[in-house]
């Protein structure tokens, strides 16, 4: 029984990095697709983001039916109930992805990135795609330094961010009402990419440093 | 033990509908906040937030430990991670509401809502507290009828939200890039609380109604 439930546990595990891989994978082409206007690599962002979201369905499935069956306590309970928060975290982490190839395929064929913000846009993404890599390795390998790199990174995006407001706001905004919007709504999405994985590498901390206290699911901002 | 089981699953409930009523206050003093340029309630509100925060969080830790001690199967376990995933997006609710109240703190003392936008924003800030209102009821009663008002009253949310758009991206537009900044990531948190309250609704529907599928925490747009 409990070879069964150790079993079952490294199943879940699994199934949360292959959910991580596919958002690493889906950020990776949806601000290749931002960043170049490249609209046939949009759609098959959001063609795909229902594999992600049925991957966590299906992993929250598996988690209430190893409560059920192995009525786990301590440790375990708490590993199990993270993996249900974590799937949720990372099934918003492919809508943020998806948001962003939806602003690339409503602009098309006119560039999405405001004019002046191209730089900042691509830096944001690359460090998106960097955060959601080390995701992926943290929740494989359950390094910890990586839960830290992570948390540096999100600062990283947060500053850029704020930069991509002063830039909207300051005198020398040359952008219309449309590149306003696409600026901010762009800004947000990477933003709050980073947010769910700075979350989930917080549990993931937590659990392997026995930490009892899991933190809520949208904390942060 | 039955019993105290069912004590326990009452007390889950009843914390859920405290939390959903801090919301719903919080809602309230936002929207208020933001149409009125009202700053000290805007702190009020921001303040506050921690509440809710702290309330989820002690919530789940009730949740896991009646997990950990009664080892609920079937209908009751689905109960209690049920009302895992929902403090979890009443604690986003209480995020979104304190982003508005952010909106009209920045901007103080100028108007936070853009000329040409009143209307829109006062309609959407009238309906946000009544889905607030109808959540706290539906978690209270589990009258389904109220989820099915919640989901056609989110139409009404998404309609406006798009409508916000229209505006700011049509040729009467007058307003700069802050009003422009402010309308997006004003309708953007109007429209994501009401998407919040809808995935609790389909989690409480399908609880009432026997579904065994829980959707995940953060379906929907």
Known sequence: MREVFQQEL??????????????????????????????????????????????????????????????????????????????ASLERMGDMSSHIAQLARYRFPDKVVPKGLRTT?????????????????????????????????????????????DKVLGETWKGGAVDTVDATLASRYHERFADHAVSIAKKVQYLATGDWVVPSVGAGN
Request: charged share 30%; net charge negative.
């Open 121 to 165: 846009f691509s830096e944001m993404g690359r460090i998106d795609v960097e955060i959601a890599n080390k995701l992926t390795e943290l929740l494989r390998t359950e390094d910890v330094n990586l839960a830290d790199e992570i948390r540096n990174q999100d600062d990283e995006i947060d500053d850029l961010h704020l930069s991509v407001f």
């Open 10 to 87: 490294a199943e879940v595990r699994e199934r949360l990095v292959t959910i991580a891989e596919l958002v690493a994978i889906s950020i990776d082409h949806a601000t290749q697709a931002f960043n170049n206007s490249d609209v046939s690599l949009a759609e098959t962002v959001i063609a795909d983001d229902h594999r992600i979201d049925e991957a966590a369905v299906n992993l929250d499935e598996l988690a209430i039916n190893i409560l059920a069956r192995q009525q786990p306590v301590a440790r375990d309970l708490r590993v199990v109930v993270s993996a249900l928060r974590i799937s």
